[in-house]
């Protein structure tokens, strides 16, 4: 159980272009989401937390105009990178926590989107 | 803010033998201490997790200590085998549906 899905798998686009990345818990309701950055050889860095129905938080330094992020319901939650550049490419990793009782304090998270902007 | 260092950030290890990864935490309000394995290009997979009200915990070859007054927590992974090659990252957060912030990593590599 707890399965989380993310959806591209990865994706070239032109600088300029928006791109849209969905993730989606699978067998659980996912009340928090949460997206992360992972540059080559690097950690992953938070990017925002989401809760279904309410507003994202950001972490200092992301740009909320341009990441968008949408949690409309509590299996899915997208990331819309808006006005793409060539140093959004990255990897971008999406998890999700569960009702408390449930999957208690583990995140589970999807497979990752590749973006590359050209 | 939470800030989790990890080290060391490579580490070559024999078959075999044991390796051993360690963290630090600064929020003393933290009391879920996650450790992952990632593998290229893959996502992040929960190998252990801790919480607070324990000091130790272990699932076959591999061990969690956690030490609170410290602020540090621990991964071991005895009898090292060719398949424990990886990224490992350590984690802090304060449970529930709370977010996480990841140590740096850790890139083992068991020699043959």
């Known amino acids: 159980g707890a399965v989380v899905s993310q959806h591209p798998s990865w994706v070239i686009c032109k600088s300029g272009t928006s791109v849209k990345i969905e993730c989606r818990s699978l067998?659980?309701?996912?009340?928090?989401m949460f997206w992360y950055r992972q540059f080559p050889k690097q950690s992953l860095m938070l990017m925002a937390t989401s809760n279904e129905g309410s507003k994202a938080t950001y972490e200092q330094g992301v740009e909320k105009d341009k990441f968008l992020i949408n949690h409309a319901s509590l299996t899915l939650s997208t990331l819309t990178v808006t006005s793409a550049h060539p140093e959004d490419s990255s990897f971008y990793i999406c998890s999700a926590t569960g009702l408390a009782g449930g999957t208690g304090n583990e995140q589970f998270f999807g497979p990752g989107t590749r973006l590359t902007v050209l | 803010g939470e800030n989790v260092e990890q080290h060391p950030s490579t580490l070559s290890v024999q078959e075999g033998d044991s390796a051993v990864i360690k963290c630090t935490y600064s929020?003393?309000?933290?009391?879920?201490f996650p450790w992952y394995k990632q593998e290229l290009g893959k996502r992040p997979q929960l190998i252990i997790d801790i919480r607070s009200n324990v000091g130790e915990k272990k699932d076959q070859r591999i061990a969690v200590t956690l030490n609170k007054t410290a602020k540090h927590f621990s991964l071991h992974i005895t009898e090292t085998q060719p398949e424990d090659s990886a990224v490992y990252f350590c984690?802090?957060?304060?449970?529930?549906?709370?977010?996480?912030?990841f140590g740096t990593g850790t890139r083992l590599t068991i020699i043959p």
């Open positions: 929020d003393s309000a933290s009391n879920y």
């Open positions: 984690a802090a957060g304060r449970g529930g549906n709370e977010k996480l912030t």
């Open positions: 067998d659980f309701q996912a009340t928090t």
